[in-house]
């Protein structure tokens, strides 16, 4: 059984900074891929960034040079660094664990940008 918990969403105004945390626990391969996708209200799901245990990454145009992705592999934990966050940024972001073709998922957590 694999387990998401995520933490760090809020209230920011327009500018402002957020770090995203996730922890994985469970039975996780070493080999995997974790990540955030966010999802606003009327919207689909999208993929905001991801990083491989190899340590590349995928990091969406949209917040390219503003959210930065990082990885702890000996604590199966997953960092999202978010700057300048822009009244578009607001969704409920959820953290992504891939461990082959499947898929895990955290509960979500809010974020909310003020303009």
């Known amino acids: 059984q694999v387990r998401l918990v995520e933490s760090g969403g809020g209230l920011v105004q327009a500018g402002g900074s957020l770090r995203l945390f996730c922890a994985a626990s469970g039975s996780i391969f070493s080999i995997n891929t974790m990540g955030w996708y966010r999802q606003a209200p009327g919207k689909q799901r999208e993929l905001v960034a991801n990083?491989?245990?190899?340590?590349?990454?995928n990091v969406a145009d949209s917040v390219k040079g503003r959210f930065t992705i990082s990885r702890d592999n000996a604590k199966n934990t997953v960092y999202l660094q978010m700057n300048s966050l822009k009244p578009e940024d607001t969704a409920v972001y959820y953290c992504?664990?891939?461990?082959?073709?499947?898929?895990?998922w955290g509960q979500g957590t809010q974020v909310t940008v003020s303009s």
């Open positions: 990083i491989r245990s190899d340590g590349s990454t």
């Open positions: 992504n664990l891939r461990l082959g073709l499947v898929d895990y």
